[in-house]
């Protein structure tokens, strides 16, 4: 009789281990009772390595059931179990693939596990073929199972009895194991992609794209949310992004499932600094020093709140004891100089402005003194000088950004310049030159709509009497998103009730000015726009930092546009602006800026 294409009764023929092992044949029944030991040691020699390993990391009870896995399923190899072959040949090709990403690291336990797979895939092969063997005589039948030596009742006589008694058992057990395993793969794909998100959003949080970082955070599963950290990381996110009352239910939560945890009151009293609730965050502000007594930051955090307030003492003890903390940082020392300021310490005030100048000598350092010492009337020459180096050195800056490719730079410089151009007008109108201050008000005002700059115009036009533009400033400060505090109530002490409502006009009117046709010929997509203007309202160079070409092809065109915006004097060459321009079929082109100005083509 002829089995497998192979005569049965052909007695078995010499072949390379190699060959036995990764691709065995069946030519008799010595074959058949050969690669059924093979497969059983093969199991075994696996086993062990397994429980070995396991047992090095840490992972005992993991080893003993991989042990009892492998150990079983090699006796049922060498019963000829096709479940068998297939079950352990199942299991480690898993858990091969599940450590492939720590093996790439390790390509010497790579090749070992490939080398495994193998030969329990032939394993499987071999099995496959066992079970299907039928002799066809008595001569091929496989030879009887021996008892004379120790290995030899391990891998013969053993197996042949425990078999039968295990078989439904380890049919259960694996199968439940398995499933576990699965199990525990979702599990560990789930952890991976949470892990994966978390340094995702955590990434955007660290490159202030607040927006992004929120949502990735929102994604996370539910059980993310157990750990306080991930709510102080949501709570920065809605915090950037501008929404308060998010961001304080976020720490809020943070707080519940950690009372101590400081950074949770920190960014609680942070959020409450932004929503002007001034009380609230001193009390979050001395929560977190409960905890921990030697955070400057939160010190000094605390003191701009008694600041804000007016409790200038207090202000001062507390800036104090952040400066005893870290008393080379220029951010306490600009605020206790102003503490001091405003408590009536002239001295000690310069005294500390000085030392922080000694720091860091620069145009935001001489501005943020500048306009300190306007604000409270005092040293208004030194305020003057301080003011118009910041000018003079941010103008310098920018004429060089100017003439160079478009980029970041050119627009927060400018942003900046507008606000030194605010703090020079204010220290101008305490000194009562309010022509010159007009000048600079207005053109700060009128380039970066600055809530600071247009409180600080309806100062000026109360001053000259004239009541209804000082309404129209204030309106307009009241108007726009970083209102200055002293805005709204100044309008209703003049208006009443119709403060609300003046502010809401203003705001339509200013968003109006935002938003220029130009007459393009149709095309779709929309783009955003570098522009230099320079002292004339001319456009001295227009550049797409992003716009598909149809839109960037007309780059030239907005050369032709003519602006009417204020420079305040003859120093000042160019101005950097950003603008959006939008196509669409049925709008045309609009060119929309950042701030609002009169365009025509």
């Given amino acids: 009789m002829q089995t497998l294409e192979l005569s049965d009764s052909t007695p078995r023929t010499p072949e390379s281990r190699l060959k036995s092992l990764f691709w065995p044949s069946i030519q008799s029944g010595a074959d058949v009772d ?96 066992n079970s299907r063997w039928k002799p066809g005589s008595e001569e091929a039948a496989p030879p009887p199972r021996l008892g004379d030596t120790l290995a030899d009742r391990f891998s013969d006589q053993w ?16 199968a439940g194991y398995l499933l576990l395993t699965a199990l525990g793969l979702r599990v560990i794909s789930l952890r991976a992609r949470t892990v994966q998100l978390e340094r995702q959003a955590y990434s955007a949080l660290q490159a202030r794209n607040f927006k ?26 809605y915090l ?19 009372p101590h945890n400081d950074r949770a009151w920190g960014g609680l009293s942070r959020t409450y600094f932004e929503k002007r609730k001034y009380e609230e965050a001193i009390a979050g502000y001395r929560k977190e020093l409960e905890i921990n007594p030697f955070d400057e930051e939160a010190e000094s955090n605390l003191g701009h709140s008694l600041l804000r307030l007016h409790r200038y003492p207090e202000a001062v003890t507390e800036l104090e004891n952040a400066y005893t903390l870290a008393s080379k940082d220029t951010r306490i020392l600009e605020r206790l100089g102003e503490a001091y300021l405003r408590n009536g310490q ?20 001489w501005n943020g003194i500048a306009y300190r010492l306007a604000d409270t009337g ?58 010159k ?103 001295a160079r227009a550049d797409f930092l992003a716009a598909p070409a149809p839109i960037s092809a007309h780059t030239a065109e907005l050369g032709k546009l003519r602006f009417s915006l204020p420079f305040p004097d003859s120093a000042t060459s160019a101005f950097v602006h950003r603008a959006e321009v939008d196509c669409g079929p049925s709008a045309g082109c609009r060119l929309i800026l950042a701030h609002g100005d009169e365009a025509a083509p």
């Fill in 34 to 129: 050969y690669l059924a030991v093979q497969g059983f040691w093969v199991c075994i020699v696996i086993a062990v390595l397994s429980v070995a390993v396991l047992a090095v990391n840490g992972h005992p009870g993991s080893g003993g059931l991989v042990l009892l896995y492998f150990y079983l399923g090699g006796i049922g190899v060498r019963e000829r179990s096709r479940f068998s072959a297939v079950a352990v040949l199942l299991f480690f090709a898993l858990d091969t693939v599940v450590s492939l990403r720590v093996l790439i690291f390790s390509p010497g336990a790579l090749v070992v596990r490939t080398i495994i797979t193998a030969l329990l895939l032939s394993n499987l092969r071999a099995t496959w073929i």
């Fill in 159 to 174: 197996p042949a009895w425990v078999w039968p008694k295990v078989r439904v058992l380890y049919y259960v057990f694996v």
């Fill in 212 to 237: 992004q970082a929120a949502e990735l955070y929102e994604a996370l599963p539910q059980a993310s949310f157990r750990r306080p950290e991930v709510w102080n990381a949501l709570g920065a996110a």
């Fill in 240 to 258: 950037g992004e501008h929404e308060p009352d998010k961001a304080i239910h976020a720490y809020r939560q943070a707080i519940a499932l950690d």
């Fill in 346 to 365: 002239t001295d000690k005030a310069l005294e500390k402005f000085n030392q922080a100048l000694r720091i860091a000598a620069n145009p935001p350092m």
């Fill in 378 to 435: 005092q040293r208004l020459d030194l305020a003057r000088h301080y003011a118009e180096l910041s000018v003079a050195a941010a103008e310098s800056e920018l004429r060089d950004v100017a003439q160079k490719q478009p980029g970041r730079d050119g627009a927060a410089l400018s942003s900046r310049l507008a606000s030194y151009w605010d703090t020079l007008g204010w220290v101008y109108f305490h000194q009562r030159d309010l022509k």
């Fill in 437 to 539: 201050a007009e000048r600079y008000l207005a053109a700060a005002w009128r380039h970066a709509e600055f809530s600071a700059a247009a409180y600080h115009l309806g100062q000026l036009y109360e001053a000259k009497g004239d009541r209804q533009k000082a309404i129209t400033m204030y309106a307009k400060a009241a108007s726009v998103a970083d209102q200055a505090p002293e805005a709204m109530p100044r309008l209703r002490e003049l208006v009443g009730d119709a403060a609300e409502r003046l502010a809401l006009e203003q705001q339509a009117a200013l968003a109006a000015t935002h938003t220029h046709q130009l007459a393009w010929p149709a095309v779709q997509g929309t783009g955003e726009v570098e522009l230099v203007i320079d002292a004339t309202g001319a456009v």
